[in-house]
């Protein structure tokens, strides 16, 4: 491939600016309402509270038995809650008392320092708001119930937890799968490598192979930490399988033979997730490694938002926007995403116009996927915990319109024109 300049691309902070006008408080706001009617000072705060207990409900938590994990990674098992200390407002806690079976005393934990409890199996999580300097109990059996029903609604559903020997056989499922490739390719010799999360089979030579897999591996670990999974988190139906070969031909087969393909367009990689939750990438390497870093990140992204939380499909604006800002990140000796952004801020600026055919279209043309990446990149920047709440509350149900609403307080119309802002074209309409 020709190299590609690197391009100039620069955030401005207009965006930004934009974007946290709608929600950051001016310190005079934000006093007034804490003294008078506590209320939360911006839109993750305010998602917060749609599933708080009251004051009445945290009441007849006292007395009962809990497990409640702290942000040390530190469990009271088996205490009893014997107090809340709260501010005025009695559904906002500032701290909880409990006391351990054999204890003298009771031991005080502080709301920034409280995660989750378990009360009579039913799970909590408390939800510290800066703003407030308290912390609500949210009611997670209540919220997800309710997310279930929204999702029933449309057909969709939470991908369930698999029990870990369940998780063994689906990866000797893969296994097989996998020898039957060898055996169709048995003039490529290729090889099986496996790592926590990754069942990688392909014919590059091993010394090869090892950058591929840690890329892999953190690209598992960043998306999870911009969703909001825990670190060591297995979001896989078993583990992902990558299938990859050093040329086209055998990739081209590959598609034919396994998945009865016969038109990959330009592809260097296709993501197939199924409708059981497996996922299987398969790509080829050609002559630039760097290139195909990024695209082994990017097809595996979609594998790890396919798998999120539940199934409901991702906008394509969002979708690859993800995974180009993902491969960007992991993979920085790939100029490609940033050479994709600068290449749509130069269109847009002769159009001054996406003409509707980019935040509902079904698939982007080329130059597009740089303006998806680059809008998830300022997005992000703005705030990563409402980038969170944006994305999560599409897998939970909202459209994505109405989440990003919920989240950034932005119209579609103001979401493109921030954007626009970002890279000198104030009007950009949708
Ligand atoms: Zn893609």
Known sequence: MVPRPLPNFRVTTTFLA????WH????????RSTRFNAKPSNTVEAAAMEFALSAEEIDQLIGKTADVLTSNGKQEQNVEITRFFTGRDKSQIKSMEVKAENA???????????VEMTVDDKSYRFQYLPSLKAATIEDQSKKNAAIKDKLRSSNEQFWEEIPEEEQLKHVEEYKEFLTKVGEHFTTLNMKFYETKYFLFYTDMPAKQVAPYLIQLDKMNELL???FGFKPGHNIWRGKAVIVAFMGKPAFLEFEQQFYNRTETGNAIGL???HGNGKVVVSCYRGNDPNFFGAVLVHETAHGYIHRYKSTVPIPTWINEGIADWIAMIIVPSSKEVRFRQTEAAARLRQMKTFGGQFFNSDRLDGWQYGSASAIIQLMLKASPEQFKLFFNGIKEGLTWQDSLQRAYGLTVEQLSQAYGQSIGIPLLTP
């Open 18 to 21: 934009l974007l946290l006008a």
């Open 271 to 273: 993501c197939h997730s």
């Open 104 to 114: 003298r005393r009771g031991k005080r934990l502080f709301a920034t320092r409280l």
């Open 24 to 31: 950051a408080p001016t310190a005079e706001a934000q006093k």
């Open 224 to 226: 999870g930490q911009s």
